[in-house]
């Protein structure tokens, strides 16, 4: 963990990097040193229908839903959040001083007991940085 999901308003099609965006979440998240590559998973959606505040089609927003595995300390979480939230407003800088958007992070820590894995992702990660070398 953790899962980074990205869920934006389908106006921002062709004004959006989604490469970029997605680089910076996950770059971030790694960077932080709280999670393993192994485990991070980053994508995007777009939302097609949505109402944003006074329903102007140029409203868009962009919010990120950061899920974790549970044990880290609520220190920890937010520090994690806020570092991910921080490189993705740089990311989106000029964006938003163009036009009305409205962005949000929430991190969720999701239950030990009702979660349910089979990752075999760490091993491969571990033997491709060793045959990188």
């Known amino acids: 963990m953790p899962h980074i999901l990205i869920e934006y308003s389908a106006n921002l099609r062709g004004q ?10 996950h770059t971030s998240a790694l960077a932080t040193g709280v999670f393993p590559l192994g485990g991070l998973r980053t994508r995007a959606y777009a939302a097609e229908h949505y109402r944003i505040a006074d329903s102007h089609p140029d409203n ?3 919010h990120i839903m950061v899920r974790v595995g549970h044990g880290r300390d609520l220190e920890t979480r937010k520090r994690a959040g806020e570092a991910i939230f921080t490189a993705v407003c740089e990311r989106l800088a ?4 163009r036009i009305p958007l ?4 929430e991190m969720q820590e999701i239950d030990p007991v009702l979660t349910f894995k089979k990752n075999n992702l760490h091993e491969y ?3 491709r940085a060793v045959g990188a070398k």
């Open 16 to 25: 959006l990097d989604l490469p970029r965006l997605l680089e910076a979440a």
């Open 125 to 127: 990660v571990r033997r």
């Open 60 to 62: 868009a927003f962009i």
């Open 94 to 97: 000029s964006l938003q001083e």
């Open 102 to 105: 409205g962005l949000s992070l």
